[in-house]
């Protein structure tokens, strides 16, 4: 299974959630170029969709049928510093050690295998109605919230190898 955002924590303990006092600097600098990258990635406008970092290292966002919105190929720091954003999973050190999504044919960000997807959502077609009819709104809600300025919220500290 590929991370997402909003996965609930497998493991919390002390020493996963915070940076070592001597990577600080650097951590620092790979979350602030993730940052830029997720403050200019495009997101579906129904809000239905979501962003999903495939074991390729592709960050992907998706439509809630999973069609890729945009993309973007993250190295081995970006995977780590996009994985200290979310609750611990020692399958997620196992599963990304060595993965550099910069290596992936610019095709496949955009057309990948089905398996390094999540799974569709299910959405009722009242609940499609009703994102479609705010895509005016969501657009303006989007565009605001990438102007605005935000630290990061680290929750772990993940062993990738680097």
Same mark, same amino acid.
């Given at each position: ?5 909003? /996965? ?5 303990? !002390?020493?996963?959630?915070? *940076?070592?006092? =001597? ?6 600098? $790979? ?11 495009? $997101? ?5 969709? /979501? ?8 960050? &992907?966002?998706?439509?809630?049928? #999973?069609?890729? %919105?945009?993309? %973007? ?13 979310? *609750?611990? =999973? &020692?399958?997620?050190?196992? @599963?990304?050690?060595? %993965?550099?999504?910069?290596?992936? *044919? #610019?095709?496949?960000?955009? $057309? *990948? @295998? +089905? ?6 959502? /299910? ?9 479609? !009819? +705010?895509?005016?709104?969501? #657009? ?5 919230? !990438? ?10 500290? $993940?062993? %990738?190898?680097?």
């Amino acid at each position: 299974m590929e991370a997402t955002t909003g /996965v609930s924590p497998q493991d919390s303990s !002390a020493e996963n959630r915070v *940076p070592p006092p =001597d990577s600080q600097a650097q951590v620092s600098q $790979h979350q602030k170029e993730l940052s830029k990258i997720l403050k200019g990635i495009k $997101h579906d406008v129904t809000l239905l969709g /979501v962003l999903s970092l495939g074991k390729d290292g592709i960050l &992907r966002s998706l439509t809630a049928d #999973r069609q890729v %919105v945009d993309a %973007v190929a993250l190295s081995p720091p970006l995977i780590k510093a996009m994985l200290d954003r979310m *609750p611990f =999973d &020692r399958q997620n050190e196992i @599963d990304y050690r060595g %993965v550099d999504g910069r290596n992936v *044919p #610019r095709e496949q960000w955009f $057309h *990948p @295998d +089905k398996h390094l997807l999540p799974p569709p959502l /299910v959405v009722s077609e009242e609940r499609r109605r009703e994102a479609e !009819a +705010k895509l005016k709104e969501n #657009r303006k809600w989007l565009e605001e919230r !990438a102007e605005e300025d935000r630290d990061p919220c680290i929750w772990s500290d $993940h062993d %990738v190898g680097l």
